[in-house]
């Protein structure tokens, strides 16, 4: 009973290093979302998808670039990495608003990314 | 445009004692409101939700809110506090025309529970 799967858990980059965090459901949600966590500012949704094939920009997404390439997976990317992106980064998945939906996101483990 | 306020860092309470966490939202049409905890490095995990219908909602272990339209309110209770409950609280809200299905969170709230 898997749900939501972020990988890596830690990861440590240098100023100007790539990096790619890889988020997976197996809850067959339509939708899915990026945000990432800092201290007294709650979580900012960065980028978010609302299916296969199609991506969004959120409330912060300068720097950051994401795939859904495959329904289960949503990838952040981070081209060359700021010390402004330390930060814990959530993934979460939605099955959409419908009927059968009842609006709650269901959160993965977070990401913890500091840059050096 | 959508957000919430949460306006204590933390709150303290003895254990036994009614708890309450503070929440605000704005949104330009009917809100869709949710609460979340977090324990120490862990996701967020639902709590409990207001969609339409009875403005006091039940959700897990115990928790309940209370909606309040004229104040654009969705407090967090629970009549008795368990140290197990000490974690951070999120307040979410979504305008129901969000296509996306977006929340906004709040600062947070973290809750310390006394023995």
């Known amino acids: 009973n898997a749900g939501v799967t972020q990988t890596p858990k830690f990861r440590v980059l240098k100023t100007g290093q790539s990096m790619t965090l890889l988020c997976a459901q197996d809850?067959?949600?339509?939708?899915m979302y990026w945000y990432r966590q800092d201290p007294g500012m709650g979580l900012r949704l960065i980028h978010y998808?609302?299916?296969?094939?199609?991506?969004a920009k959120g409330e912060v997404p300068d720097g950051y670039n994401v795939s859904r390439l495959k329904k289960q997976n949503f990838l952040l990317g981070l081209e060359s990495a700021a010390p402004s992106q330390t930060s814990v980064y959530f993934c979460?998945?939605?099955?959409?608003?419908?009927?059968?939906?009842?609006?709650?996101?269901?959160f993965g483990e977070g990401s913890r990314l500091t840059v050096l | 445009a959508q957000s919430v306020a949460q306006p204590e860092d933390q709150v303290n309470v003895a254990e036994g004692n009614p708890l309450t966490v503070k929440c605000t939202y704005s949104?330009?049409?009917?809100?869709?409101l949710f609460w979340y905890v977090q324990y120490p490095n862990r996701g967020l995990q639902f709590l409990l939700k207001?969609?339409?219908?009875?403005?006091l909602v039940k959700g897990s272990y115990g928790f309940e809110a209370e909606f309040n339209k004229s104040q654009t309110s969705f407090h967090l209770k629970k009549p008795s506090a368990l140290v197990s409950d000490s974690a951070l609280y999120f307040c979410?809200?979504?305008?129901?025309?969000?296509?996306?299905?977006?929340?906004?969170f709040g600062g947070g709230t973290r809750l310390m529970v006394k023995p």
């Open positions: 998808s609302v299916g296969e094939g199609t991506t």
């Open positions: 949104v330009s049409g009917n809100p869709y």
């Open positions: 979460a998945s939605s099955p959409g608003w419908g009927v059968s939906s009842t609006g709650e996101l269901f």
């Open positions: 809850m067959n949600h339509e939708y």
């Open positions: 207001y969609i339409t219908g009875d403005n």
């Open positions: 979410a809200v979504r305008d129901m025309n969000n296509a996306g299905n977006m929340l906004t």
